[in-house]
Nanobody, 121 residues
Framework: QPQLVESGGGLVQPGGSLRLSCAASGFTLEYYAIGWFRQAPGKEREGVSCISSSGGSTNYADSVKGRFTISRDNAKNTVYLQMNSLKSEDTAVYYC??????????????WGQGIQVTVSS
């Protein structure tokens, strides 16, 4: 059963950092591009970042450029999202998802259950 599981979320003060992990099981992560998405209360889900299957290409939403870094360790079947200089507007449920499309634009095949990130003093 293919599965993605996020971890590393929680409560952090503004300006702080968190690292989210997305661990895959039941399929080989290295064949998939991985995207991170988030959804805040009352808002639509938005794309945050994406990394190609090899890790050679990444992209970021303008709102997180320069603050977030996506990376992957295919040997560990895991993708990471390092989030620095966090702001209150980063508060959301974060999801990772896998797609066979390296441009990250097509439908995603697998989704994680989501993890809460709360930025508050």
């Amino acid at each position: 059963q293919p599965q993605l599981v996020e971890s590393g979320g929680g409560l952090v003060q503004p300006g702080g950092s968190l690292r989210l992990s997305c661990a895959a099981s039941g399929f080989t992560l290295e064949y998939y591009a991985i995207g991170w998405f988030r959804q805040a209360p009352g808002k639509e889900r938005e794309g945050v970042s994406c990394i190609s299957s090899s890790g050679g290409s990444t992209n970021y939403a303008d709102s997180v450029k320069g603050r977030f870094t996506i990376s992957r360790d295919n040997a560990k079947n895991t993708v990471y999202l390092q989030m620095n200089s966090l702001k209150s507007e980063d508060t959301a449920v974060y999801y990772c998802a896998a797609t066979s499309d390296n441009s990250c634009r097509s439908d995603y095949d697998y989704w994680g259950q989501g993890i809460q990130v709360t930025v508050s003093s």
